[in-house]
C-alpha cells in the first residue's frame, strides 16, 4: 500500500496510523498527526481503492452503502499491512492508534470489528457502522475516541451513538464527542481528540 512512515522521537509512543477520508490521500492528516502527538511515530496510508478517481479504502455501492465483500477484503489487506509494516520499520505491532476521517474511520472502525489485535485504540471522525449484525471480538483494553457531527447529512448521530453502543458492549472505551457541525472535520474536535489523547496516554 502506499505509504510514509515517519520515525518519532519518543518510542514508547503508540504509532500513528493516518487514515484519510474519499478523495484524500497519505498527505493529507500528517497535520493532525502533528497536533495530536508530534512525538510519535506516523504511517499514513493510501487507500487502494479508486471511486471516479478519488481514492478511498474500501468500496461502497452507494452513499452510506458499503460493498461488504469488498470492506472484508481491504481490512485483511490493511490488517497484513500493519504486520509487515511493524518489521520493516521496527515499531511496536501491538501499540497502534488509528485516527482515520469519514472512509478512513470506517476501515478504522473495522479493523477493529474484525481483528481483536489490530488497533490499540483509535480515534473516529465521523464514522459509521462498518457492519451490522455480527459479533465483535473482546476489545477489553481498547479506547475509542468518536467525534460527531449533530448535522452530519452522512452519518446521523444515530449511527455514532450505534458504534459507540456496539463498541462499548465489545468492552472498548469509548468516548462520544459532539459538535453542532456537519460532516467536515473541525479544528474544535480536532483539539477535543488531543485532550482525549493525553488523557489515552496517562491511562495507558
Known sequence: MKHIFNKGQNS??????????????ELDLLPLAGMIDDEANVLSVRGNVLENGMPR??????EGIFDEEDLIFRTKELN????E???????????ILAI??????NIAASLL???QHAL?????HHPMVPRKGIDLPDLTGKSVFIAAGT???ICSPMESTELQSLLEKANAKVELHWENRGHQLTSQEVEAAANWYRQYLITK
Not at 479504502?57 to 452507494?62: G, K, S, T
Not at 482515520?100 to 474511520?105: K, L, R, V
Open 151 to 153: 448535522n452530519d447529512p
Open 113 to 115: 470489528f474484525h481483528y
Open 12 to 25: 514508547t509512543k503508540p504509532t500513528l496510523l493516518l487514515l484519510h477520508g474519499t478523495g484524500g490521500n
Open 85 to 95: 509494516a511493524a518489521e520493516k520499520y521496527d515499531f511496536d505491532r501491538d501499540n
Open 100 to 105: 482515520g476521517y469519514s472512509n478512513g474511520a
Open 80 to 83: 497484513e499491512f500493519l504486520d
Open 57 to 62: 479504502f474500501f468500496r461502497r455501492l452507494a
Open 120 to 124: 490499540k485504540g483509535a480515534i473516529l
